[in-house]
């Protein structure tokens, strides 16, 4: 939601924000909204490692940028779910990078 936040600091044409989880979006989309009322917010709730969905998001929203921020981060925890963070980590990554280069996204963070 930080990112999300100074992103939309910088008055983007759209912002298109995906979670897997609508609850966290339904937060960060109400934060955003309220914060940036005249923000072009776009909400997409599905896992980025589903490549028909991605496809279709970049399809439809021709993105410039993307900033994959859904990696998992507590090292302690995924040692105990390492078929989870291989997944999200690297699968997921690869998908977004594989998508954002076909589509010509000129910068992926």
């Given at each position: 939601?930080?990112?999300?936040r ?16 609508e ?9 955003l ?28 929203h ?10 998992y ?37």
């Amino acid at each position: 939601s930080e990112l999300c936040r100074q992103i939309a600091s910088f008055k983007p044409s759209r912002l298109i924000v995906m979670d897997s989880s609508e609850y966290n979006l339904y937060q960060i989309e109400g934060h955003l909204q309220e914060e940036y009322p005249d923000l072009d917010l776009v909400s997409v709730v599905g896992d980025a490692g589903r490549e028909s969905l991605v496809r279709r998001v970049f399809e439809e929203h021709s993105p410039d940028y993307v900033f994959h921020a859904a990696a998992y981060k507590h090292v302690p925890l995924m040692e105990y779910n390492p078929w989870a963070a291989t997944y999200n980590n690297l699968k997921v990554t690869r998908t977004l990078c594989n998508i954002s280069s076909e589509c010509g996204v000129k910068r992926f963070v």
